[in-house]
């Protein structure tokens, strides 16, 4: 009795213990701290989608503590109000991606940072020309583009087609695609930026080589397009490719006009190396060359775009983070090349070479290495994306017959407040 007694006193007096201990028992915290956030708007073309991954895996390595926030928008649709409404609305992202156009769009606002040495000496210095504002550089352009004819080798080989030098050669040869009943030009007008693509491409060559200032001048009254028998040449040539195409390129996308083209449904596409990348997929034998729209008088040059570039908000407050960050990416040759893959285009880092568009390569070095290449960014430049949007859209209603070419000419005389932002 005495010995249960002794164990019931010990349990009593121990039982408090373990209760005490128990309430007091907390679990080690954590110890990890949060993530600092780095916004992105990717104002995408149409080779773009998928790069994120690629970016991001990168970022992560080199930046564990950092989580990237994507936002991904169309840049043709898009990307240019997107950036109007962060603009007026001040919540600009601490990373941009656009295209090196938009650094003349947006350099203005303020919100645009220049890069010194440190990045500029990372990038081929052509690609360097469009994003200069009073000799500091706004953007970092990471690959380009190029515009111009896409042909289908096998149908001018059939038919003893020559490579057109002259507006007179390539009318020539769209005769003989008719006669023998084939489709001379692949287009995709439902999509209203084609319209306003190609018809930049014409005035490239027609009118802002030569005159780099036109749209200044524009802008100051002293030039209009209903008078200048240059552009209206150039909505001609537009014309000039809807009554070549298909009946029903009114209602034909990208895609599926991709897909004619690639089954040998026309002879020539006047579109950019953007189409390579699709084109490879859908059938990667097909033998296609490239060469710029002739001119009149011969002696067009191909056009290269700038594509996508890196900007930088100067009043974010992870500004040297960001920095950092676009500095991490474009020194790493091995990125810029499985990038450059990717999306079938240029890379504008040097020293960089990939597989990219050896689809049309044997061309695109024979123009290189013959001094015709030509920065479309030159018109880009001089006349906003938005502008050129709305007036392809009055384009559609001409080619439509819902309005005459008059109408289209004085539509883009009396809004030339928006050619520039």
């Known amino acids: 009795m005495r010995k249960f007694a002794k164990c019931l006193l010990a349990a009593v007096l121990v039982l408090p213990v373990l ?21 992105i708007l990717h104002g995408y073309s149409t080779t773009d989608l998928g790069i994120e991954d690629m970016i991001s895996e990168k970022i992560i390595s080199e930046f564990p503590d950092v989580r990237i926030e994507w936002e991904n928008v169309s840049w043709g649709d898009f990307f240019s109000n997107e950036m109007q409404a962060r603009l007026a609305s001040g919540e600009v992202p601490d990373i941009i991606i656009g295209k090196a156009q938009d650094v003349s769009s947006f350099q203005s606002s303020g919100y645009l940072s ?11 210095q052509e690609g360097l020309v469009s994003v200069r504002v009073d000799g500091d550089v706004y953007g970092i352009p990471y690959d380009m583009l190029y515009q111009g004819v896409i042909y289908n080798m096998d149908i001018f ?26 489709t001379p030009f ?8 084609y319209a306003a693509n190609i018809n ?24 209009n ?84 570039t890196f900007m930088s908000n100067a009043r974010s407050h992870n500004k040297g983070l960001a920095d950092q960050i676009i500095l991490t990416i474009i020194s790493d040759k091995e990125l810029a090349a499985s990038v450059s893959s990717f999306t079938q285009t240029e890379s504008m880092i040097k020293d960089v070479y990939s597989d990219s568009l050896s689809m049309v390569r044997e061309d695109l070095d024979k123009y290189l290495l013959g001094n015709r290449l030509l920065d479309v960014s030159l018109g880009n430049n001089q006349l906003a994306w938005i502008f050129q949007d709305m007036c392809a859209r009055q384009i559609g209603y001409w080619l439509d017959g819902r309005v005459d070419l008059a109408s289209v000419l004085d539509f883009a005389d009396t809004n030339r407040s928006f050619s520039k932002w």
């Open 200 to 223: 930049m491409q014409f005035a490239v060559n027609r009118i802002f080589a030569s005159n780099p200032n036109w749209g200044d001048e524009f802008r100051r009254g002293e030039r």
């Open 114 to 124: 220049s890069f010194d040495e440190s990045f500029t000496e990372q990038i081929r």
């Open 19 to 39: 209760l005490a201990s128990c309430v007091q028992y907390s679990p080690p915290q954590s110890t990890a701290t949060a993530k600092t956030v780095i916004t």
């Open 225 to 308: 397009f209903s008078n200048s028998d240059d552009f209206i040449s150039c909505f001609e040539d537009v014309q000039f490719i809807f009554e070549n195409s298909w009946l029903d390129s009114m209602l034909v996308a990208q895609r599926d006009c991709l897909r004619r083209f690639s089954n040998g449904e026309a002879a020539m596409f006047v579109t950019g190396t953007w189409s390579v990348q699709t084109l490879q997929l859908m059938q990667p034998d097909m033998a296609v060359g490239i060469f710029p729209y002739p001119e009149r008088n011969g002696g067009a040059k191909l056009l290269f775009e700038p594509n996508i």
């Open 186 to 193: 692949a287009s995709h007008f439902l999509d209203n930026w």
């Open 157 to 182: 080989d059939e038919h003893d087609l020559q490579v057109p030098e002259t507006k007179q050669d390539l009318e020539a040869v769209v005769d003989k695609l008719n006669a023998a009943g084939i």
